[in-house]
Each structure stands twice: as structure tokens, then as C-alpha cells.
């Protein structure tokens, strides 16, 4: 826990290793965590991974602090 703290705060970088893990556990959050780029809801709201489901969720219910994902990344082929 620590060490995602630190990578959190900037004292430690992410290693190879730890964008491998990610991309294995939440391939759908991949793109964001690497270099920000698009999160897309409906892929959060079909992953196999509860914790994507979970943000979705957040997403749904308004739940989610703006600073954590500007709108301009968040793509759902729902919303009009």
C-alpha cells in the first residue's frame, strides 16, 4: 500500500511491471493510468472486473470528483 502511495505523491515512478499488472487486472483503466488518456463507461460497465463495475457505477450515480477524470475523457455511447 505504501508503494501506491508513493506512486500517488510522485516519489516513485510505476514500473513495467506495475503497468503490466494493471493492464492485466483493469485493461479498461489502462490507457487512463498510462498517460490519461479516454476512459469509456460502457467498457467499465461490461468488464469482468467488479472494481471497473464499481467506477462505472460512481459514474452513474454522479459520484465521481471531476478532478479525477476530466470530462473531456470520459467517452459513453449512451449519453447524447
Given at each position: 500500500?505504501?508503494?501506491?502511495?508513493?506512486?500517488e505523491?510522485?516519489r516513485?515512478?510505476?514500473?513495467?511491471?506495475?503497468?503490466?499488472?494493471?493492464?492485466?487486472?483493469?485493461?479498461?483503466?489502462?490507457?487512463?493510468?498510462?498517460?490519461?488518456g479516454?476512459?469509456d463507461?460502457?467498457?467499465?460497465?461490461?468488464?469482468?472486473?467488479?472494481?471497473?463495475?464499481?467506477?462505472?457505477?460512481?459514474f452513474?450515480?454522479g459520484?465521481?470528483?471531476e478532478?479525477?477524470?476530466?470530462?473531456?475523457l470520459?467517452?459513453?455511447?449512451d449519453?447524447?
Amino acid at each position: 500500500m505504501s508503494k501506491l502511495k508513493n506512486i500517488e505523491y510522485k516519489r516513485n515512478r510505476v514500473t513495467e511491471e506495475i503497468y503490466e499488472k494493471i493492464g492485466e487486472n483493469f485493461p479498461e483503466l489502462l490507457k487512463w493510468f498510462v498517460y490519461e488518456g479516454p476512459v469509456d463507461l460502457p467498457e467499465l460497465r461490461n468488464s469482468d472486473s467488479k472494481y471497473c463495475k464499481f467506477i462505472a457505477a460512481r459514474f452513474d450515480a454522479g459520484l465521481v470528483p471531476e478532478e479525477y477524470f476530466p470530462e473531456d475523457l470520459i467517452r459513453d455511447n449512451d449519453l447524447k
